[in-house]
């Protein structure tokens, strides 16, 4: 039986070209647990293929024909090959990250077949260290980044000593995107369907737009810019992506966050931040105005962000502000005064003002305009938290969780965060003719948290047998871990 499709989830097969892929993706290193080894973890998958249970929503694919009139719908496979979506593959020696990240910007450049149901795992053997990676990617008409990431994670236990778990394949209880605006670029047609469903709010509607634009033309926080400037990543993209990650303790996040009185997402931005203005500069390509990145955010007090409680904000990152301190309070600044913007509002005006803020980009991509004058801004930032404690699959311990996401025109480059087990991962995702080198932005992430926590660090007390120096990025210690007074010790930054 043919399912309808939600307008929003068939905008990503509309939009969707060979230069635009329009999947998403997830990859966790698994360590195998004392006594086993990555030869028994394949085992376990090879012969979850063999039986071949299979949950129905990994069997429906997209269709369209005058039986739909002309709409995308899902339908069930019947011609199902679990093994042509479920594959082995082995990296080159020497088996080390780079090789990984290689063999997975590969695979995550090429489009996924339309006629099959629209994912694919990849399970990855070779890694030098003694673990197993699973790269996933999923259409976005199947599921947005979040029900990507969340997808994983329920595959998952907490439990090490727990066995016999299913494939993340199989039957389990998997999260649908029910709520439209769950995607930042849903949130027109997610606006679209509250404005029938809650008319009865319009009135309050008008003010809000208007003040949303007020706030863009007097350069204050909300859900629309009109101000970032064009820069090297803000251009046509080609289909081939680059992808690389690194993880840090999310301890030392935090203690910045306390020692600055802002949140973990703010120092997340302000990383971000000072990372591109250091990689712009070294490319002379440093703008005067500061760029902007949209934020998807969540508005409950209670940190649920289920149902419609998710909003865009446009965050000044204050690229032009040398000082890290000063650049994070700014970046906090931003965020402050758009969270306030949004929590006077209704939950109609909230999308319809974050609707107002992504239009550009939804348009465009819809009709493939690449004409636009500016961006509506310059990058997107994406942090999901998850669980703080550590996670297994059949007693194999979760050693990371990157996340991989989806340029699109005008936006080479996308910077998504989750947590971990204590532990917060950049995933880097880019347009490779573009951006074909992101390790230098690693380079500048770890530089720019380093700079964070040595501005926050106490000031020394003055001594007749101490002199003052100032600290400078030590090119030598690129991790930028040493120890920092008043602050946790920084634990070494690692890529899994």
């Not at 302000?270 to 250091?278: Q, V």
């Not at 926050?456 to 930028?480: I, K, M």
Request: net charge neutral.
């Amino acid at each position: 039986m043919r399912m309808p499709m939600s307008p929003t989830d068939s905008m990503f097969l509309l939009g969707e070209s060979r230069d635009r892929p329009m999947h998403v993706g997830g990859l966790i290193l698994l360590q195998p647990r004392e006594g086993t080894t990555v030869a028994d973890l394949v085992a376990l998958f090879t012969a979850s293929v063999r039986d071949g249970n299979t949950d129905p929503l990994w069997r429906k694919r997209a269709v369209r024909s005058l039986g739909t009139l002309g709409q995308w719908a899902w339908e069930e496979d019947r011609d199902f090959t679990l093994s042509y979506h479920v594959r082995r593959n082995a990296l080159p020696r020497p088996g080390g990250l780079d090789e990984l990240w290689d063999l997975v910007s590969r695979l995550h450049s090429t489009p996924l077949d339309r006629n099959r149901p629209l994912w694919q795992m990849h399970v990855i053997e070779g890694l030098a260290d003694g673990r197993l990676a699973v790269y996933t990617k999923i259409h976005h008409a199947l599921a947005d980044g979040v029900g990507a990431m969340k997808l994983l994670r329920r595959a998952l236990s907490p439990d090490p000593a727990r066995t016999g778990m299913p494939a993340p394949w199989e039957s389990i209880d998997i999260p649908s995107r029910t709520h439209t605006a769950e995607t930042a670029l849903g949130l027109p047609e997610a606006a679209l369907q509250t404005v029938r469903a809650a008319a009865g709010e319009a009135l309050g509607l008008v003010p809000a737009l208007v003040g949303t634009v007020d706030r863009a033309l007097h350069g204050r926080g909300g859900s629309l810019s009109l101000a970032a400037p064009n820069t090297m990543i803000n251009v046509p993209i080609t289909g081939t992506r680059r992808f690389a990650a690194r993880s840090w303790p999310l301890e030392r996040l935090r203690a910045v966050a306390k020692a600055a009185d802002v949140t973990v997402n703010d120092v997340v931005l302000a990383m971000s931040s000072g990372t591109l203005r250091a990689f712009l500069n070294d490319h002379h390509e440093l703008p005067d105005k500061p760029l902007v990145a949209m934020v998807p955010v969540c508005l409950r007090r209670d940190k649920d962000c289920s149902g419609n409680e998710l909003g865009v904000l446009m965050c000044n990152l204050a690229t032009d502000v040398a000082n890290p301190a000063d650049r994070l309070a700014a970046v906090s600044a931003s965020m402050v005064q758009g969270k306030d913007a949004m929590h006077g509002m209704s939950t109609l005006s909230r999308l319809a003002t974050s609707a107002l803020g992504v239009a550009p980009l939804a348009v465009g991509m819809l009709t493939r305009n690449r004409a636009l004058p500016r961006p509506p801004f310059n990058v997107i930032v994406s942090n999901v938290p998850g669980p703080a404690h550590p996670l297994y699959w059949n007693g194999a311990r979760v050693d990371a969780v990157y996340p991989l996401s989806v340029p699109v025109d005008g936006q080479a480059l996308n910077i998504t965060c989750t947590s971990t087990d204590d532990a917060i991962a950049f995933g880097l995702t880019s347009c490779s003719r573009s951006l074909p080198d992101l390790q230098p932005l690693l380079d500048h992430l770890d530089d720019a948290l380093s700079a964070l926590e040595r501005a926050y660090e106490p000031a020394p007390r003055p001594s007749a047998a101490t002199a003052t120096v100032d600290h400078l990025p030590d090119r030598g210690n690129p991790a930028g871990n040493r120890p920092t007074p008043g602050l946790p010790a920084a634990a070494p930054a690692h890529a899994g």
